[in-house]
């Protein structure tokens, strides 16, 4: 059995390939500080979006989803998703459902594990999120309200 079946744990709706292939690219950002810095939090929220369905749970997608709405659509710096996902994560006791969308965009984590330099591989995820963002769009407005949990009075 291939290392990449042993490990997959089967939580997001995807092969032990593609879970395989994530590995790579979050192994790439981990290794190099500033591409970590300006993109992590972003490969992981749209990999998560990406693959949601299955045993993923509700809040874990209204997470992932809200973090990608933090940065396209608040402007927030990847850097500073984390914490503010926290704060929402320990503040809402009912997540609501959001429909996976049937097409989730032709881009994918396959996409990023090809890029050949640090800028191309944040350019690539960059565009990546921002496509999943998008074809998540009929939630938006919901996902825009569960926002206001990430922020502090004095934000």
């Not at 042993?6 to 292939?21: D, M, T, V």
């Not at 929220?45 to 045993?55: L, N, R």
């Not at 850097?79 to 609501?96: H, M, Y």
Request: hydrophobic content about 40%; glycine content about 8%; aromatic content about 10%.
């Amino acid at each position: 059995m291939p290392a990449s079946e042993r490990r997959y744990h089967g939580y997001y709706h995807a092969s032990p390939e593609c879970w395989s292939l994530y590995e790579e690219v979050l192994a790439a950002e981990i290794g190099n500080g500033v591409l970590f810095g300006q993109v992590h939090s972003l490969t992981v929220d749209a990999y998560a979006a990406q693959h949601a369905g299955g045993p993923h749970p509700d809040k874990s997608v209204c997470v992932h989803l809200v973090g990608l709405c933090l940065v396209m659509e608040r402007g927030l710096a990847p850097i500073d998703v984390a914490p503010r996902l926290q704060r929402l994560a320990s503040t809402v006791r009912a997540w609501p459902h959001f429909t996976p969308p049937a097409d989730r965009g032709p881009l994918t984590v396959f996409d990023v594990a090809g890029a050949s330099s640090p800028r191309e591989h944040a350019d690539r995820v960059h565009a990546w999120a921002a496509q999943v963002w998008s074809s998540w769009s009929a939630h938006h407005r919901p996902l825009l309200e569960l926002t206001r949990g990430c922020f502090a009075p004095d934000d």
